[in-house]
């Protein structure tokens, strides 16, 4: 049988090894890391908690995979919808916004908006115009000439900004033009309140028991030899294969381009740099208990449940002179056994970029947990109850995929101003060169209706899989999945769900 390499042990890797498996291939996996997963990993605290240092959602519920494996594994997902009509969020004064949820539904109208103007007009925006270009246009209209309409034009397009942890960098540079493709499947988004680290073990399964996986085995040299493909390692040794999926991160094959022997094809290595590769970075805060919780109420009721955000804070110059904006995802209010009082916080761009260096420099875990207090106290400190001796932290954990190689120094594909094709850049890098026996599968050219997301990366390791099986004649199935074919129906479909099941988050 011919003999596939798979570069890369993450949900695209292991589907596709599972899709090959299934039709008779010899499967072999190079993986850098010590382990499998890629970016779907979890750290666990001293207190037993345990923490999904990657992916936290499941975006868009309906059909899909991912619904379906928590399911079969009974890995609990959560939705704060009754927490819908809340209003927790903090002006640039400390002081909570009244009018914070009539604001708050605004932002997600010119989203909308925004994302149907996108799919209608994407071939006549300009490739410079951002997403925040359109907030400033649109919020005239949306808040008329009137009393208090400067207050609320200037808190919309403060709120606008927190757009940016939904894709990992500024509203400020994403793309009006492309903004069409950060939508998501139909459906709620759903919260992993049991992690995801049962789901990995189902989907990792068949490649443990039927192909060859080597771990810390870093790939440096992809070259073509005759109709052959040869691998090199970093360790000097030498694989021959018929075929190689290359499931490596976004933000790594830009700095790699130089590992596939002869070079990449000009527009290949163009679609690759003309895609953005976002950076989000999560802060893990865990307190003696919930302090925030009012005792006498349900999860269901409690005020401070859910998403918190501070906008441009202005009392915290020390830590934060750019007055960036904060948002954190309490999880005391998850489903119990789940439960636990840890405070989420979500950063991206600059302030991700910042907090990585300064974790860094410092040498021991201690420092790092009281730079992380020092930075976030100001924001935590205004949640109900607080009070300073009994609200201290037990824990800080932050991640640092800024700092991971194999991450591609980053998170996920993003789209951003000046991008010309971004559709056609994603469908050159989706097909890949079979030519050359080289295919490539992730994210980051996932179905337009996934991109960047985990459900993303398995359907596109899927399809590499049963493309690979038809070229070889061994598959009946159809050659792209069904979400591939529909990515255009799906998208006009969806444009409107969407942002109404991301308000209910």
């Known amino acids: 049988m011919p003999r596939i390499c798979i570069v890369g042990a993450g949900i695209a890797g292991l589907r596709c090894a599972e899709s090959l498996l299934n039709n008779g291939f010899e499967v072999t996996i190079l993986e850098a890391r010590d382990r499998i997963g890629g970016r779907m990993c979890q750290a666990t605290l001293p207190s037993g908690i345990v923490l999904d240092l990657g992916p936290n959602w499941v975006h868009g519920a309906k059909d899909n995979p991912f619904v379906e494996l928590a399911q079969r594994t009974n890995t609990a997902l959560h939705s704060w919808q009754q927490q819908k ?11 909570i916004l009244a009018d914070g949820r009539f604001l708050s539904d605004r932002v997600w109208d010119i989203l909308a908006e925004a994302f149907k103007y996108s799919e209608e007009n994407t071939a ?120 190689v999926v290359v499931t490596a991160p976004l933000g790594w094959l830009k700095r790699n381009k130089q590992t596939f022997v002869p070079p990449l094809p000009s527009k290949f290595a163009l679609a690759i740099d003309s895609i953005g590769y976002g950076c989000l970075e999560k802060v893990f805060i865990t307190f003696p208990s919930a302090f925030w919780l009012n005792p006498n109420t349900t999860p269901e009721t409690q005020p401070f449940a859910g998403f918190t ?35 989420l916080f979500y950063i991206f761009g600059d302030q991700a970029i910042t907090l990585s260096k300064q974790l860094n420099a410092l040498e021991s875990g201690e420092a790092k947990k009281e ?66 026996h080289i295919w490539f599968a992730g994210e980051h050219i996932g179905p337009f209706i996934a991109l960047g997301t985990i459900s993303g990366a398995y359907w596109s390791g899927e399809s590499v899989g049963k493309r690979i099986a038809a070229a070889y004649g061994l598959s009946s199935d159809d050659i792209e999945s069904s979400s591939l074919r529909n990515d255009v129906q799906h998208i006009r479909e969806t444009s409107a769900s969407t942002v109404e099941e991301a308000k209910r988050v």
């Open 309 to 343: 955000q501070w906008l441009a804070p202005s009392y915290a110059p020390e830590t934060n002179p750019r007055r960036w904006y904060n948002e954190c995802l309490e999880l005391s209010t998850l489903p119990e056994p789940r439960a636990h009082p840890t405070l």
């Open 371 to 436: 730079h992380l207090i020092k930075m976030y106290k100001p924001y935590y400190s205004l949640l109900p109850n607080y009070v300073e001796e009994k609200c201290v932290p037990v824990s800080c954990v932050a991640t640092d995929w800024l700092s991971d190689e194999l991450a591609g120094w980053g998170s996920y594909g993003t789209y951003r101003t000046g991008l010309l094709e971004g559709d056609s850049d994603i469908k050159i890098m989706r097909r890949g060169l079979p030519e050359r």
């Open 85 to 95: 009509e809340q209003n927790n969020i903090f002006n640039e004064n400390g002081e």
């Open 124 to 243: 006549s925006i300009d490739p410079e115009t951002s997403l925040y270009d359109y907030f400033v246009d649109r919020v005239k209209n949306v808040i008329p000439e009137g009393e208090g309409c400067e207050h609320r034009r200037k808190g919309i397009l403060q709120m606008c900004e927190l757009w940016g942890n939904y894709v990992g960098s500024s509203v400020q540079t994403q793309s009006l033009k492309f903004f069409w493709l950060e939508q998501c499947i139909n459906g709620e988004h759903l919260f992993c309140a049991g992690t995801f680290k049962e789901i990995l073990h189902v989907l990792a399964k068949p490649a443990l028991a039927g192909a060859e996986i080597r771990l810390s085995t870093k790939v440096t040299t992809i070259q073509e030899s005759g109709d052959k493909v040869e691998v090199i390692t970093d360790a000097g040794s030498a694989f021959e294969f018929d075929e």
